[in-house]
């Protein structure tokens, strides 16, 4: 009898667990079935003399992992009231984890610092050879004097802050050391001029791809209407000497209305090309564009159905695809969802909340990378209460 109640009481204290007991702290509880779930945030590298962003993420065939961002003065020090995403003295470096993400080295390393103005946003690439790109792009701090003297147009962010266009880096020993800054052609349609009047290197945030056959897949955003050069379109590029050049391929995506600019691409296993669009005139909406014959030409692009910018694709070890994306609606924060191997049911994936706790909306530009079998680590810059922009990650459970 004893044991008939002992087992009648468990049962109803299991019942009791299962309904009314809250999620254990730093899982995020799943009620959309994402086949996701939370294990812990971490800081990776934070300082408050900085602000440092955009980050992205690779782990090299020893299974070191690197994160590289964009690192600038925070400006407060300086008596300034803000940060701006331009800086003539911002250059990339990265941290190191030697344990699997479990401790990252505290004083970052010198990626490259380009030698006529500030770097932005460090996408690496990791070949199947082992060797590694970095793409970029820069901003040269003009002063009042030379801006009249511009050939035009050029991009201006803040005043003075003239864009160079982008650039590349290329590393043969795990990242130890970096070659270059080697120069993307201009697209034909770019109408855009450099701070220092050469045409336009093509430039854009966004990881590439290796395909199968072991050619690069690069989308870039263009500036092609003279009159009016926030208009972006995206277009890819194609290498067949693992980056040493490069040659355009297609448009990706254009469109009377709505601007194209940061992209990721992905190669299914069936061979499409699949490109993931940020947006700008359209309510901050994902977009898709498709490839099925090798990037000569892309499907009219479609809206996914979701807030959300930059995007970027992790293939899973059973071939499913982690999409992660920031987000810059309140609640401001980190999103994912998993879509099947072609990513093509992106209207029906279920969509998981990374963090919902970020101070602004200067925060995002997510990218993931395995951990192990069934561990993701997705890497981030954020910002708690408004206050110092920092590289975060969060380390995600396959279900």
């Not at 087992?7 to 899982?27: A, E």
């Not at 080697?182 to 290796?210: C, H, M, Q, W």
């Not at 693992?242 to 601007?259: H, N, Q, R």
Request: charged letters at 25%; a negative charge; hydrophobic letters at 35%.
């Amino acid at each position: 009898m004893n044991s008939i109640n002992t087992y009648i009481n468990c049962f109803f204290c299991l019942v009791f667990l299962s309904v009314f007991q809250t999620p254990v702290w730093g899982q995020v509880e799943d009620k959309g079935h994402s086949g996701l779930s939370k294990i812990e945030d971490i800081i990776i590298y934070e300082d408050d003399d900085f602000f440092s962003a955009f980050p992205s993420v690779v782990k090299k065939q020893d299974g070191e992992i690197l994160v590289a961002f964009r690192r600038a003065p925070n400006r407060a020090i300086f008596g300034e009231g803000k940060n701006y995403h331009v800086d003539p003295n911002s250059y990339l470096v990265y941290v190191r984890s030697r344990d699997n993400g479990l401790s990252w080295t505290s004083e970052p390393e010198l990626l490259y610092a380009h030698p006529y103005g500030g770097s932005q946003d460090p996408c690496m690439l990791l070949l199947k050879d082992g060797s590694m790109l970095c793409t970029s792009y820069g901003w040269a701090a003009v002063r009042d004097d030379g801006l009249p003297n511009l050939k035009q147009p050029v991009s201006q962010n803040i005043k003075g802050a003239i864009a160079l266009g982008g650039y590349y880096l290329r590393s043969f020993d795990g990242g130890e050391t970096w070659k270059g800054p080697y120069y993307p052609p201009s697209i034909p349609s770019e109408v855009r001029y450099t701070a220092k009047g050469d045409p336009f290197p093509s430039l854009n945030r966004g990881a590439l791809t290796e395909g199968k056959d072991g050619r690069l897949f690069w989308v870039v955003a263009t500036s092609y209407d003279k009159d009016n050069i926030a208009r972006k379109m995206t277009s890819l590029l194609i290498s067949e000497d693992k980056g040493m050049t490069w040659e355009l391929a297609s448009t990706v995506a254009v469109d009377d209305k709505i601007d194209f600019n940061e992209t990721s691409i992905y190669e299914t296993p069936k061979g499409d090309l699949v490109a993931f669009l940020r947006t700008a005139n359209f309510d901050g909406q994902a977009c898709i564009a498709r490839s099925v014959d090798g990037g000569k030409s892309f499907q009219p692009w479609q809206p996914m159905g979701f807030k959300g910018y930059p995007l970027q694709a992790l293939r899973l070890p059973d071939n499913r695809v982690l999409l992660v994306y920031g987000y810059r609606s309140k609640p401001y924060g980190i999103r994912a969802r998993i879509l099947n191997a072609e990513c093509d049911d992106f209207a029906t994936s279920k969509e998981f909340v990374i963090r919902d706790d970020g101070g602004s909306t200067d925060l995002g530009y997510p990218w993931a990378v395995m951990l192990d079998d069934n561990r993701v680590l997705v890497t981030y810059y954020y910002n708690i209460d408004n206050g110092t922009r920092h590289i975060a990650g969060s380390v995600l459970k396959l279900d």
